[in-house]
Structure formats: structure tokens, C-alpha cells
């Protein structure tokens, strides 16, 4: 088991990741900072072991306050993420559920697709 802090420092990412977040909430789908594939499963705080969820925990900051930080989020409030120390530990996206239902379907292998001779994965961006 890894167990270890979390990064303070600013990443050259987070203008990029606050542009596609306010891209994604002002097409309706309410964007949330998503924990770091490769974060620790077990991280020290004040002193207590916390046990966290690499890939899927959302910011605990915004999630905390989800009505109003998430689900009641402007553009502004998003820009605002820049002022979150631990923001490159967060460097995901998810969408909060609520008003918006989704499908998340894992591809691991290439596999034909209708019409074409050639098995592809298919990037398609996020449609409404």
C-alpha cells in the first residue's frame, strides 16, 4: 500500500483543464476535478490515515459543496478553480449526474465496427 501526501504545487495543465471544464458546463454538463489516476490509495492528513479512490474521487472541496460549487456553478466559479492548491492532483473531469445521465462504456480492445473493414476505437467528443 502507497501512502504519501498530495502535491501543493500549481500544474501548467490547469488553464487547459479550467478552459474544457467551462466548455463542458456551458454545453449543460456540470464539470468536477477528478483524483489523478496515479494518486495514492491511502494519503496522511492532520495526522489520519485517508483512504482515497484513484481515477474516480472527486475534489473534496467542490464536492462538499456540490449543490452550489458543481450542480450551481457559473463560468466564474469554475475560472475560480485556479485558486485550489491541490488542483494538478485533480487533473480529470467527470460530470456530476443529476440533471445529466451518461453512459461510461471502458474499450480495452479494438473492435469492428459496422461498415468498416478495420477495427477502430472511436473519440468522438462530447455530444448533447
Known amino acids: 500500500m502507497r501512502v504519501s501526501s498530495m502535491s501543493a504545487e500549481p500544474s501548467a495543465e490547469t488553464p487547459a483543464q479550467i478552459e474544457r471544464a467551462t466548455r463542458r458546463l456551458v454545453n449543460g454538463y456540470p464539470p468536477v476535478p477528478i483524483l489523478r489516476h496515479d494518486a495514492p490509495k491511502m494519503v496522511e492528513r ?60 471502458d474499450v480495452y480492445e479494438p473492435v469492428p465496427v459496422h461498415g468498416h473493414d478495420t477495427p477502430v476505437c472511436a473519440h468522438a467528443a462530447m455530444a448533447r
Open 46 to 105: 492532520k495526522g489520519k490515515l485517508v483512504k482515497q479512490s484513484p481515477g474516480k474521487q472527486p475534489h473534496g472541496r467542490l464536492w462538499a459543496r456540490k449543490e452550489s460549487a458543481v450542480h450551481g456553478a457559473a463560468a466564474g466559479n469554475v475560472r475560480g478553480w485556479k485558486r485550489l492548491p491541490d488542483l494538478a492532483d485533480y487533473p480529470g473531469l467527470g460530470i456530476a449526474c443529476g440533471n445529466v445521465v451518461g453512459a461510461d462504456v
